[in-house]
């Protein structure tokens, strides 16, 4: 199999801010974080918060009012597909359902906009708050697997 110079990639994804971790062979990451143009300045990327600065569903309910929601800024999946066009496997993580998952909107925009992208993402998973080291034990994991399987396919054709 021939190695790609570009490292694998996880991508850690919410709203509010992508963290893609580049995987080097010898066992090293490096980090890169894009955050949307159009956030508000004064709202932190919610990895560096503990809490929401959001009222919570139920206060919302009792008040009658929504839950805020701003435009989906279709700059920052571009961004995003920009960072990981190279790579040759992509493992996304992400958190929530339907709407509020932000891989959902992700992959919307790279079938729409970034359709040669798609195969490499061997994995699409939904994750609740796991530390740094979890991604990256898991993901790595994971990425073996599928070169495994890549292997196992070519030896068998």
């Known amino acids: 199999m021939i190695r790609s110079?570009?490292?694998?990639?996880?991508?850690?994804?919410d709203h509010n801010q992508a963290k893609l971790y580049h995987l080097k062979p010898?066992?090293?990451y490096e980090v890169q974080e894009i955050t949307p143009e159009n956030m508000p300045e004064d709202r932190p990327p919610s990895f560096k918060r503990k809490f929401s600065i959001l009222p919570t569903r139920s206060a919302q309910k009792?008040?009658?009012?929504?839950?805020?929601r701003?435009?989906?800024?279709?700059?920052?999946?571009?961004?995003?597909?920009?960072?990981?066009?190279?790579?040759?496997?992509v493992i996304v993580l992400s958190?929530?359902?339907?709407?509020?998952?932000a891989a959902n909107y992700l992959m919307k925009h790279?079938?729409?906009?970034?359709?040669?992208?798609?195969p490499r993402i061997i994995e699409n998973k939904t994750i609740n708050r796991p530390t740094t080291n979890q991604m990256i034990a898991e993901s790595r994991l994971a990425f073996e697997r599928h070169e495994n399987n890549v292997n196992i396919a070519k030896f068998s054709t």
């Open 5 to 13: 110079n570009h490292p694998n990639i996880i991508l850690h994804i």
């Open 26 to 28: 010898e066992g090293d």
């Open 62 to 68: 009792s008040r009658g009012t929504k839950t805020p």
């Open 70 to 89: 701003g435009q989906i800024n279709p700059q920052y999946y571009s961004e995003i597909a920009h960072a990981i066009r190279n790579a040759p496997s």
């Open 95 to 101: 958190r929530g359902k339907g709407k509020s998952n």
């Open 110 to 118: 790279l079938k729409a906009h970034h359709a040669e992208i798609l």
